[in-house]
């Protein structure tokens, strides 16, 4: 589930009170997932109980949360892992890259990618149980799978328009590193 | 044995600093009655792919094998020779000839073939019928809509029985309904044991295919492996 995994992204780059570990969810997923702060404190506290994070008492007596090696590996499992389709209303998706690109602990073309090829899959389903569903005349039936399938592209091309941006900022960094001299919007331009 | 063996294949074009490496290092095997989806960027080396497969340009490494033949070993002729005879090519545009009707379009490549006219012409018909067009054999492209043309460039293109399609984003200019025809089609000839390679950017008609594969800066970045049973459908399963 991901405010658990969203918070260990936020504490892979250092220890944060639970408030801040609020702010910065929220700020960093545009506050589209609106979190309470009991939320926060209920999952640092289930965090805690499974060993994944620890807290210490800073020097007002606030409670400090620390991320634990066991708690980097179930976040490097979790960038390992293809989002499940069931759990896609949530936008675990957009949640997941958008840590993947804060923490810096993930490679975020490779969580692209790895999230195409199950998104691809899923739709190569859907598109077998049409073409079954074709000669059936069941009408309803067809429409549902039409609406899987769309659901399924616009999560394909939303992938391949981030891979797109990644690529695109992989090159404007590597110019601006060869020819500092060229100002940064025109560098793309120039090196395709 | 493969009907297409791509076989660690590189593709570079122009030297030095202008050195563009269009395709590295893939290996892809096709069998018969398989249907791959190649999906990638713009510039990820598709078309170079497909290219290299149908024998209109050359690897700089590696192999390119048709039913088990090397296309480097054959000289011009035979290498011509082949590809008429083993593969079809269905590309954005149908391109059928305007002053032909759709039955005579499909008729003249069996004609290449060395069929004589009376008899491809018959093979020509059978052939538009088996795949639904039976009723459009005699009109001229001019009275056809964009998917009935497609489909009728699908027909020529598998007309004699060819061992393998390439295809390169044949459903561009078809909106969505007509385009799933097309790939229906592709299906239907998989069916029959030809093999079909599709280079789209459209991941509804990819998703018809047996297995995807993902190209980027010329190399192969994941592909979805083969179909999962129906177990695996809308849901669970689908994470390796």
Redesign the interface.
Known sequence: MSVRHSLLALLSAGPMHGYGLKTEFQAATAEVWPLNVGQVYTTLGRLERDGLVTAVADADGQKVYEITGAGREELARWFE??V???VMPRQELAIKLVFAMKSGVADVEAVV??Q???T??????????K?AA?SGGDMAWLLMLDA???Q??AE??WL?MC??RL?KENIAAGMARRHPEIPADQAVERSS | MAVLDIDQAGRVFGSGHLRVVALDNVSLRVGAGEFLAVMGPSGSGKSTLLRLAGGLDRPTSGRVLLDGRDLAGLDEAGLAQALRQQIGFVFQEANLLASLTAAENVALALELDGVKPRPAMAGARGLLDSLGLGAVGGRFPGQLSGGQQQRVAVARAVAGGRSLLLADEPTGALDALTGESVMGLLRQRCATGCAVVLATHNVRHAAWADRVVFLNDGRLAGETGPPAGPECLLGAGQVR
């Open positions: 892992t293809p499940p389709r069931e990618q790895r195409r090829v199950a691809v899959r899923a739709l190569q389903d859907i598109t077998r149980l073409a074709e899987l399938v769309f399924a592209e394909a091309r391949d891979e797109a690529a």
